[in-house]
Structure formats: structure tokens, C-alpha cells
């Protein structure tokens, strides 16, 4: 007898996903699945998965996949397929699957809201809507027309995710009352903002306040016109940009007219170095942070870093305290929003964690973390030179009168609403769809 000889894809960016598999390097199989996936043969990219579920132990995708790489003309399969890798977190892989499924059952609203779903969870909302749209006589107001909103919204299309918005009827479900409740904000918040700027691809403040009621501080001058608008990628923070920060706070707080009476200090370290610092600028005593206090700034270095269940007092905020982070990472946002941000990053270190410096064999290491007293980091932030950092020629300026008039378009819709990151509430999840 002749053995058969096992079934291998034939795509060469599969095959080395393949070959990855070999030597049991599962996160790099999914590395080279992650780029170009779109278009290589559903069977085989199915092949390739099903291997990597299998060595991770992740029964329900393994079988999934396995039922596509011997019926890849099958909807239901396609589609159990796509949910099951949007459920393990391979939300790429899910798009090619369940864009098929809903071309081959183009009446499945299952199968267009998990393609919805899978779209939103790689941050593809223009394709997102491009899908809503294009099955526009089909949608049901909750869920459908609402993820429309949504992602007209994520996608930066003001003017369709308004027109869009005025269709829907109120929801009969007690369930999307909140959603309903946020997407209003959300628009109310775009058109105060409309009175200080454009609210366009390249207005970052404007979008960064209309998606989450965050007031940002201050602007990147490294990279504007190649796609960072005011974000930073790298960032060795300093004691300089600190004090700015701070300084662009307190400018916050003056054109709102928000009169807080204290800073409380939160009990990480970080958090309490940028505090003691905050409270002198401010001319306001330091206090510890106390979820209902009232009429405070609660100031973080990076929210993200703050304990879960500090963050959790801090989404249902007491009226009067305001939230002010510095330093907030754009690719992985933190849970609650603030109020406040001096910055947005992608990846970050504080000044006081050590420096990377050039050694003299032109090598790079990291300096020791200052590990002085809290109150003597503070006093050098307070002491530091707040002047802006030069940046590339094309980056607009952002003076302090333009924070300013930001804030008055914005001061009766600032502090309002929800306190969690934005994030779409997306389909009831359903196993079968025909």
C-alpha cells in the first residue's frame, strides 16, 4: 500500500507560514498569515490554520477550519469559520471567510454583522461601512444601522454617520439604550467641536474629543503630514514635556471655568511624582485620591499603569473631578478615558524609568531609574523649561490660544457622558446563521 502524503498549501507566503509550523513557531505562522491574507485561496489559508488551532489546543477553530478546507463553497461553513477565529482573536483571518459567505448568502445578516464585527476588531471601519452600506435596504435599525453610525463615525465621515443617525428609530430594546445614549454624545460632541476646527482626517484633537470627551493637550511635531497628525510613535518622555503638559492643564481648566479645590494624588509612583508637580502648578493642595471626592484633579502618568480596581472608581466618576492623564498610548488604549491628555504615544518611557544613551563603543543602553524621593522629581518637572520642541517644517503650529478656543467651542459638552473607551457594542453573537 501507498501512504498518502500529507496535504501542504502551495501559496508560497503560506508555505512559510507552513514551514514556521514545522518548528513549532505558532506566533510566527500567524505573523506571516497577518499581511496579504485577503487574497490567497480560502482552502489552503484554511489548511494552515487548522494545523496552528490544532498545536494550540484550540479544538473549536481546528474543526472550523478543517470543514472550510473541504467545503470552502459553503456559507454556513465559511461562516462558522469566521466566527470561530473572530472568537480566538484572529479577527484577519475572519475577513475573507465571512466576506465570502455573505456573497454566497447575501441575505444573511449574521454573516454581514460578523464581517462587521471582524472589521471593527482590525480597525477597518471604512470597509465596515462600505458593506453596511452596500446592503442598505436590508439593515434593521439595532444593531445594523447603528454599527453604520458607529463606524462612519470611526472611519472619520461626519456627514454620513449624521444622515445615517436621523434614521434610526428609538430602540424597543432596553439593551441599546446606552449605545443609543453614546452615539448622541458622540455627535453632540462633533458639532461643538466643528466650532473650534475642521473635525477632518488631520483635526486629531477634534477627533480625539468628539470618539472619547478627551481634551488632548498637546500636539506631535515629528511625522504630521506622514500619517501621525499630532500622535507620537517613540517617545523618551522628558521632565520638560511634563511640565508643559501640566502647564496646557491648567489652560484646560481656566477656559472650561473648572475651579477644582485639590489634586489627588494616585498611589503609584509615577502617578504621585506628576501629581506633587500638577498641585504646584496649579496652586492646589495635594490630597490622596478618594473615589468620591468631589471638585479634584486626579492625575495619572499613564492610565494604563494604574491598578484595575482604581480604574474601576474612576469610570463612574463624582461630578466635579476631572481626569488628567499624560502620557496615553493610542495603540492600546486604556480603559477609562480622561478628561485630559498632555499626549498620545505608542510606545513611551518616563524620564525618571532611565534613559537610552549612546555608550561610548556606540552601543545603547538604558541609565538607572532615578530612584530619588518623589517631592525632588516633582520639583525638577515644576523647574524645567516648558518651551515646545522644534519638529519638522510641515507640522502646524499649536499655540496656546488655540487649545484655549478649543475648549470654549467645547465647554458645555466637556465632562459629559460615558467614562469607558469607545468601543463598538457590535452583534449579539450567534452560532448559526442559515
Known amino acids: 500500500m501507498f501512504s498518502r502524503k500529507p496535504r501542504r ?47 494550540a489546543g484550540f479544538d473549536d477553530l481546528e474543526q472550523a477550519a478543517e470543514a472550510v478546507v473541504a467545503h470552502p463553497d459553503r456559507p454556513q461553513e465559511l461562516y462558522d469559520y469566521g466566527y470561530a477565529c473572530v472568537e480566538r ?23 454581514l454583522r460578523e464581517l462587521v ?13 462600505e458593506v453596511l452600506s452596500a446592503h442598505d435596504g436590508e439593515l434593521t435599525d439595532w444593531p445594523d444601522r447603528y454599527l453604520l453610525v458607529h463606524n462612519a463615525l470611526m472611519a472619520g465621515d461626519l456627514p454620513l454617520a449624521r444622515r445615517q443617525h436621523a434614521l434610526l428609530a428609538p430602540p424597543e430594546d432596553d439593551q441599546w439604550q446606552f449605545a443609543r445614549t453614546r452615539q448622541n454624545r458622540m455627535l453632540e460632541r ?33 511625522g504630521y503630514s506622514a500619517g501621525m497628525t499630532g500622535r507620537y510613535a517613540w517617545l523618551q518622555d522628558s521632565y520638560d514635556q511634563c511640565l508643559r503638559g501640566l502647564l496646557r492643564l491648567k489652560a484646560v481648566l481656566e477656559a472650561a471655568g473648572a475651579r477644582p479645590a485639590s489634586v489627588s494624588l494616585l498611589p503609584d509612583r509615577a502617578g504621585r511624582v506628576l501629581g506633587l508637580a500638577a498641585a504646584e502648578v496649579l496652586g492646589l493642595p495635594a490630597v490622596p485620591f478618594a473615589p468620591e471626592r468631589a471638585d479634584t484633579v486626579v492625575v495619572a ?50 524620564p525618571w524609568a532611565g534613559l537610552l544613551r549612546q555608550t561610548e563603543d556606540g552601543g545603547i543602553e538604558r541609565s538607572a ?52 473607551r469607545l468601543q463598538s457594542s457590535g452583534p449579539v453573537p450567534s452560532s448559526r446563521f442559515m
Open 9 to 55: 498549501p502551495k501559496s508560497p507566503e503560506l508555505l512559510k507560514a507552513w514551514e514556521s509550523l514545522d518548528s513549532g513557531d505558532i506566533p510566527g505562522a500567524l505573523r506571516q498569515l497577518r499581511s496579504g491574507t485577503d487574497s490567497l485561496p480560502l482552502a489552503e489559508t484554511a489548511l494552515v490554520v487548522a494545523r496552528a488551532a490544532g498545536a
Open 89 to 111: 482573536g484572529v479577527s484577519y483571518l475572519a475577513v475573507p471567510a465571512l466576506r465570502e459567505a455573505l456573497r454566497l448568502a447575501p441575505g444573511s445578516l449574521a454573516a
Open 117 to 129: 464585527s471582524a472589521y471593527e476588531r482590525e480597525e477597518r471601519h471604512g470597509e465596515a461601512v
Open 190 to 222: 462633533a458639532a461643538s467641536a466643528q466650532g473650534a476646527g475642521p473635525v477632518d482626517r488631520t483635526d486629531l484633537r477634534g477627533w480625539q474629543y468628539v470618539l472619547g470627551g478627551t481634551v488632548l493637550g498637546t500636539l506631535s511635531p515629528h
Open 301 to 350: 502618568y499613564d492610565l494604563n499603569d494604574v491598578d484595575p480596581e482604581i480604574l474601576g472608581q474612576l469610570y463612574e466618576r463624582t461630578p466635579g473631578q476631572v481626569l488628567h492623564e499624560h502620557a496615553s498610548c493610542w495603540t492600546d488604549p486604556p480603559a477609562v478615558c480622561a478628561d485630559s491628555v498632555t499626549l498620545l504615544h505608542q510606545s513611551n518611557t518616563a
Open 369 to 420: 531609574p532615578d530612584e530619588r524621593p518623589e517631592e525632588e522629581i516633582a520639583a525638577d518637572i515644576v523647574s524645567a523649561d516648558p518651551t515646545p520642541e522644534e519638529g519638522d517644517d510641515d507640522a502646524p503650529a499649536d499655540p496656546d490660544e488655540a487649545l484655549r478656543a478649543f475648549v470654549e467651542a467645547v465647554r458645555a459638552t466637556w465632562l459629559q457622558g460615558e467614562r469607558a
